[in-house]
């Protein structure tokens, strides 16, 4: 159970690193076509897709680093 529920989480982190990185690549080369184009609107959603990223690279590390200690068979 403790290795189904580790790989369920890394699974989740891994979308939404690529989800977040899909959005920036969306806004940097079509920034005309994503929704209402107003700047303020435009700067948000990058901006959140950023946080996204860095939170899944968190998470992934923290996977990494406490995979032995908390999900390891005892």
């Known amino acids: 159970m403790k290795e189904q529920l580790y790989k369920l989480l890394k699974t989740k ?30 700067y948000n959603n990058v901006e959140e897709a950023l946080k996204k990223l860095v939170d899944a690279d968190d998470k992934l590390s923290a996977l990494e680093k406490y995979k032995t200690e908390l999900f390891s068979a005892r």
């Open 13 to 42: 982190a891994l979308s939404e690193k690529e989800e977040a990185k899909t959005t920036l690549t969306l806004m940097g080369d079509y920034p005309a076509g994503i929704g209402d184009h107003s700047t303020d609107d435009f």
